[in-house]
């Protein structure tokens, strides 16, 4: 999808690019990284910057690219945020996920001849739906951590709700004094 943004993250937010990735964003994260060249690729590329480092935060606002300053790093804060702000689906798409490792889009079978040589027999027993990773190979599967990652989700759509209804809240706020502004003058 065209539409999709796509980010870089910086050095500290390896688990926010592994959850932009399992839900389809491309996302760049890199474990050691200059701040010149995560402006730089961000500019060129025009990938968002995330980033707990306000000062490198301030850098990319300067230079006009579009920018999050995370300030508290729990994953369900994140996701609501870039999900209001531009748009992130918190939802997970089964032909539409990335490898969390690398960031290269998965490819989705049902096939347990494909994955048989790669994950124990349990596992091809017990599961039906693999993702493999065409560049690393890694092979993935909707284990029981699969629970927990629906209960972020879950958490992070109603924190965004939280999020929008603070917005309206004060955006009412300023509505009301303007009325009462206009009947002073009156
Ligand atoms: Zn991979």
């Not at 306000?54 to 579009?66: E, N, T, V």
């Not at 996920?97 to 998965?106: D, G, S, V």
């Not at 693999?130 to 190979?137: G, I």
Request: hydrophobic letters at 35%; glycine letters at 4%; proline letters at 3%.
């Amino acid at each position: 999808m065209p539409s999709h943004p796509r980010f870089i993250v910086d050095s500290m937010l390896g688990h926010v690019a592994r959850w932009l990735r399992l839900l389809g964003y491309d996302t760049l994260y890199f474990r050691k990284v200059d701040d010149w060249k995560l402006i730089k690729i961000s500019k060129e590329e025009d990938r968002i910057l995330i980033t707990r480092d306000l000062s490198l935060y301030r850098r990319a606002r300067k230079q006009g690219l579009r920018a999050f300053f995370v300030e508290d790093p729990n994953v369900e804060d994140v996701l609501a945020e870039l999900s209001k702000r531009f748009g992130v689906e918190l939802e997970f798409h089964k032909d539409d996920t990335r490898c969390p490792h690398c960031n290269t889009r998965l490819a989705y079978t049902t096939s347990i001849a494909e994955i048989a040589h790669k994950v124990s027999k349990p596992i091809t027993l017990r599961y039906k739906e693999f993702w493999v990773c065409p560049l690393c190979k890694k092979v993935y599967w909707q284990g029981t951590h699969w629970k927990s990652i629906n209960q972020v989700l879950e958490g992070a759509k109603i924190k965004k709700a939280k999020l929008i209804s603070k917005v309206s809240i004060s955006e009412r706020k300023i509505e009301i004094s303007e009325v009462g502004e206009k009947i002073e003058h009156t």
